[in-house]
Structures are given as structure tokens and as C-alpha cells.
DNA sequence: CTATTGATATGATGCAGATCATAATTTAAG
DNA sequence: CTTAAATTATGATCTGCATCATATCAATAG
């Protein structure tokens, strides 16, 4: 991955407890952040404060390109979900980066060419569905990075967050989900068969 | 342009008429199409039937590669909105086009950006915001490639396909915008002042 | 000018999911 | 083990928008 390479050459690597934010609606970017270790999300918020989890992005990913590059402020929070590592690069260094390795550049489109998979699904699924079926679409999204046997390790509020729906939403329509045996359950969590 | 360039080099223009259909969900992508001349519309379609416009390509745009890079299934159809002329590109010829060509690869990067920050925008609108609101902020959208003392030229059944809304409510709801200031009709035309 | 089609308009009714309230259960902390 | 905090659970009520039905208006073709 790139972000060993970012380190040897000397970026340095700063730390992000739990909970501290990264950056806010409004500002304007100057940094791309690569995640040595830890877990943050982007959540935007409306006024009523309904949180909607726009992405998460795990140890080995970056984020905050698209604004940076089409210099525009952001129009989401970015959260630490578990103490984190980061390496802020700042707007000049990551273009050279773009212009100089033509596989990060590559590795880039097909990141961005999936975070807009990925939306489009939930477009869809925000401007058509209906709860359970917008439930099932995420859970077995999320299914696709774990294995079987496995739990799902978010909470009802994070499905609701994912789907725009309430908790209580979630968690009846997780009941009829199971209770249609289209998903199951083990107390309470859902499991991948 | 780029679409000069395939030109030059011989890519053959395929005329695609009216309401014809480019491509379907569930069929594997081969090309990235570009468009000489005209306009298409990217739609998924739920099982009820209702359409949801996911984007708008115009002449100078291209469309089609997300899924073709990352080598998934589309999950939406495309549907020519006025006659086009298109030039499809291969995928091994766009991979090239990746390699060799440093400015169009950042151009992409760009463009997918954009096409990322609109869909986080409406998906945090579909999450989270009710009707006016979600019109309010697609129509402030839409005035930004019109000009003062222009009308948007789209029906509110289009408005409706971009807001997961029905006809009626895009009616009722840009009516209450006007009646509040927030937007100009004249003749029912939305005009940006 | 007239007919036909598409777009906008308006009222009445129904329903999915939000909201509010409260409780049971699980997990984490001391 | 015990307590506190977080998560899941369940019922009752409210509401914004969908849905259905029908009408008016505007645009286009002949």
C-alpha cells in the first residue's frame, strides 16, 4: 500500500482520539488523510440533527479527496469512530502523488468509481424503497466483508444512520427481515449464514 | 476535448435516437461511451415501476465507466434523452487512454469527484430532508448551469425523478417555495433571478 | 384554428414510518 | 457480582407524502 511509502518519506503520522473531528461542513480542504490504523465516518447532519453516515473508512484507506480536488467546501463531518492514526497530505504533495504514479492514480478512479457504486445503490434505494427492502440491501451490503458465521458489529442506530430511517424502524423491520427468514438472527445480531 | 481526439483516431460515431436504450441493468459493461452530440439519462427503476434519475449527460460529457472499471454489473439503465451521436470505447482502448494520457486521467478523477459530491448532497437530502427542502436545494442546483432571467428547463416529473418525490408533491412544493419568495415562477416556469 | 397530447393543478383519502413514551435486555465498568 | 450505560424492544399516536381521481392549462401537430 501507499502508505508505508508516505511514511519513508517522511510524513508524519499524527494521532486522533475517539470522537474528535477530523473537519466540518463548511471548511475549506487542504489535506488528503491516509489511515495507518483506526476507523472514521462521515456523517452529515441536518438541522434537526438527524445524523446520515455518508461512508466509513477503515485501516489502509484515505479520504477527503473529492473536495480537496474540486475545491469545494466540505459538506460533511469526518468522525473518529476508533483512536486513529492519520497522515494528512496536503493538496500540492497529493497531486505530485497523482501526476507521479500512475497506479495511485488508477488505484484512485476504481476508489472513487466504488464510493459512487455504492451511493448510487442507496440512492435508489433512499428514493424507492420502502424500510425492509432498504434494510436488506444494507445488510447484505455489509455481509460482503465478513465472513460466514459471522455477526454484523453495528448497531440498529448505525443500520438507521446508513438507511435514513429511525431506530425503532430498524429494529421492527430487522424483526419481520427474520421473521420472513430472509435474514437471522442470534440475540439480536444479525448473522451471515 | 477528448472526443475530437477519438475521432481523429478512428473511433466510429453510432448514432442513438430518442428513447432508445444504451444500456440495461445486469448487462457487463464493455464501453465508456462518449457523446458528440446530445443528452442521456441515467435511471434506475424500481420494482413498482418508479424511475429515479441518478445523472444527466450532455454533449462533451462521457458515461459508463465506474461500472466498467470496477467490473460490476450496471445497476441502471441509460436512455438517450435527445438524439446523440456516441462513441463507444472499448475497455482496453480506455485503459490506454488511462495510462498514456495523464490529463484525462485527472479529468476523470474530477469528474467522478463531482458526480460524488452531487450524490452525497442528494442523499443526505433523501435521508434527511422532507420535500421543500429537498426541492429547494435540487433547484438551487440545477441554477447553476442557467443564467439569470433563464427558467430551468426541466418538467417537475423530472424534478420528481431527482427527489424520489411524486408529481403532486413537487407541485404543491415548488408552489409553497414561490409563495414563501424563496423561488420565482413565471408561467410556472422556475426562473432564476 | 382545432385536436391531441403532455404538463400543471387541486381535492380527498390512506398509510408507512416518525415520534413519543416506557420497558426489557445486553454490554461495559467498577 | 453489581451498577450504570447502551442497545434493543414494544405499544400508541401523529403526520407528511403517496395515492387516486379529475380538471385545467400549455404546447405541438395536422
Known amino acids: 500500500m501507499y502508505i508505508q511509502q508516505l511514511i519513508d518519506k517522511g510524513y508524519p503520522v499524527k494521532e486522533f482520539p475517539k470522537d474528535s473531528i477530523i473537519y466540518e461542513p463548511g471548511m475549506q480542504p487542504r489535506f488528503v488523510y491516509f489511515i495507518k490504523k483506526g476507523e472514521v465516518r462521515m456523517v452529515t447532519v441536518n438541522d434537526a440533527g438527524k445524523e446520515f453516515i455518508q461512508g466509513v473508512f477503515k485501516t ?5 479527496e473529492p473536495a480537496l480536488l474540486i475545491n ?3 459538506l460533511a463531518y469526518t468522525i473518529v469512530s476508533k483512536n486513529s492514526e492519520l497522515i494528512p497530505v496536503g493538496k500540492t504533495d497529493f497531486l505530485n502523488l497523482l501526476k507521479d504514479d500512475a497506479d495511485f492514480s ?16 442507496m ?5 424507492g424503497e420502502k ?16 465472513s460466514s458465521g459471522e455477526s454484523l458489529k453495528v448497531t440498529r442506530q448505525d443500520l438507521a444512520d446508513m438507511t435514513g430511517l429511525r431506530v425503532e424502524t430498524v429494529i421492527r423491520g430487522v424483526k419481520l427481515l427474520a421473521d420472513k427468514g430472509l435474514i437471522n438472527l442470534n440475540r439480536g445480531k444479525i448473522m451471515k449464514v
Request: proline share 2%; no cysteine; aromatic share 16%.
Open 60 to 64: 489502509g484507506q484515505y479520504f477527503g
Open 72 to 74: 469545494k467546501p466540505y
Open 106 to 121: 488508477m488505484n484512485l478512479i476504481k476508489v472513487l468509481s466504488n464510493r459512487l457504486f455504492y451511493k448510487s445503490m
Open 123 to 127: 440512492l435508489e434505494e433512499l428514493a
Open 131 to 146: 424500510a425492509e427492502h432498504r434494510l436488506e440491501t444494507i445488510i447484505n451490503y455489509l455481509f460482503l466483508e465478513v
